[in-house]
Structure formats: structure tokens, C-alpha cells
T-cell receptor, first 115, second 114 residues
């Protein structure tokens, strides 16, 4: 069964450094998402992406965050200057199309630790 | 998005049915009821969704009250692998950019005892 993959599984970085989290969505999916989950808290939506554009973003997704689909398979989340509070699990997800009939498939996540 | 209310935690015994309730008293006519679950140390996983009628799939059944103000996710025979946080999420079918995202609450932590 096709699945969303994410690399690395765990990233440790120092405060102020840039990080890039990578995702390979399911190949025929057109919508891509990033969510994050701070330890012990809810899963929070960050951004959705379609047709090489951001279709929606949350208040969390400020100027320090960016997303890109650099080629036909990868979808990346960049944090330009990490803060301690960026420490969280970051989940990538994809769906065939948007809308209520289409489930989102999540990857296993990247644990980001900012020291 | 309309709010859902779920119990913080529930317990079940292995191989017994589990009924996970969700209240959504302010649901609108265009809201679909979705269930996702999150196994320990994994990303969320789709379980089932429905609008008005009860729904079945290989993972679970979804029973929706006639007034749609509540629903119940039914796992017919719980296994140890079903231990997870279960999220009840409303999604508006009037698609626009604002409805792509999933809004997760705190969900119900299901413990399954052997």
C-alpha cells in the first residue's frame, strides 16, 4: 500500500539554525499538508499546498516557515531560524484531492529537537 | 468549524466491542463526521467518515444519531493494536481553501487490556 514517507525521523538542531524537513507524498496525490504536534499537545495544522502554491496556512506558519515542492516527488518544510518552541513532531500528509470525501494520509513524522 | 466533545479516555478488553462517543451538538447540515486515530509514536490515520447514514468499512463502523448531534465509532473486536487516540473531526463539505485542513481536538485515549 502506498505511504507517505518523511526524513529524517529525528533532527536535532541548535537555536537559530535552519532546518529542512523532507516528505515524499503518495505519488498520485495533489494536495500536501504539514502539521505539527508539540509533545503532549494537539495535532496542529500548519499549511496546505496545491499546484505549487500555498492554499491555506495557519497563524503558526509565519515568515520563518516556508514550503516547497522542488521536484515531482519531494515536499519540504523549511524553518529559517529555529526557536526552542519549534521543538515538536512534524507530520506531512497528502490527499488525492481536497474536500470531505478525501482522506489525508499522514507520514510517520519527523521529531525536531531544538537545543 | 463546529466543536466536538469526546471523553478523555476509555478502556476496553481485547476482543470485545468498543463504542467511542462523540458529541457535536452545533453540527451544521454540511458537516461530515470524520474519525482519525493516532497510534503511539505514529502519525494520524484515517478511520471512517459519514454524513447521515451509518457507515461500515474494514476498520470500524460509524453510527450517526438521527439528529446528527452525536455519533459513535464502533470497533467490533478490539485488539491490542487498536490502542490509540481517536479523534472525531467535523469537516464542512462546502469546500474552499479553509476546509482543507483537519482540526484535531484532544480525542479519546483508548486503552485495550489483554
Amino acid at each position: 500500500e502506498p505511504e507517505v514517507t518523511q526524513t529524517p525521523s529525528h533532527q536535532v538542531t541548535q537555536m537559530g539554525q535552519e532546518v529542512i524537513l523532507r516528505c515524499v507524498p503518495i505519488s498520485n496525490h495533489l494536495y500536501f499538508y504539514w502539521y505539527r504536534q508539540i509533545l503532549g499537545q494537539k495535532v496542529e495544522f500548519l499549511v496546505s499546498f496545491y499546484n505549487n502554491e500555498i492554499s491555506e496556512k495557519s497563524e503558526i506558519f509565519d515568515d520563518q516557515f516556508s514550503v516547497e515542492r522542488p521536484d515531482g516527488s519531494n515536499f519540504t518544510l523549511k524553518i529559517r531560524s529555529t526557536k526552542l518552541e519549534d521543538s515538536a513532531m512534524y507530520f506531512c500528509a497528502s490527499s488525492v484531492l481536497a474536500g470531505v470525501s478525501y482522506e489525508q494520509y499522514f507520514g510517520p513524522g519527523t521529531r525536531l529537537t531544538v537545543t | 468549524d463546529a466543536k466536538t466533545t469526546q471523553p478523555n479516555s476509555m478502556e476496553s478488553n481485547e476482543e470485545e466491542p468498543v463504542h467511542l462517543p462523540c458529541n457535536h451538538s452545533t453540527i451544521s447540515g454540511t458537516d461530515y463526521i470524520h474519525w482519525y486515530r493516532q497510534l503511539p509514536s505514529q502519525g494520524p490515520e484515517y478511520v471512517i467518515h459519514g454524513l447521515t447514514s451509518n457507515v461500515n468499512n474494514r476498520m470500524a463502523s460509524l453510527a450517526i444519531a438521527e439528529d446528527r448531534k452525536s455519533s459513535t465509532l464502533i470497533l467490533h473486536r478490539a485488539t491490542l493494536r487498536d490502542a490509540a487516540v481517536y479523534y472525531c473531526i467535523l469537516r464542512d463539505r462546502n469546500y474552499g481553501g479553509a476546509t482543507n485542513k483537519l482540526i484535531f481536538g484532544t480525542g479519546t485515549l483508548l486503552a485495550v487490556q489483554p
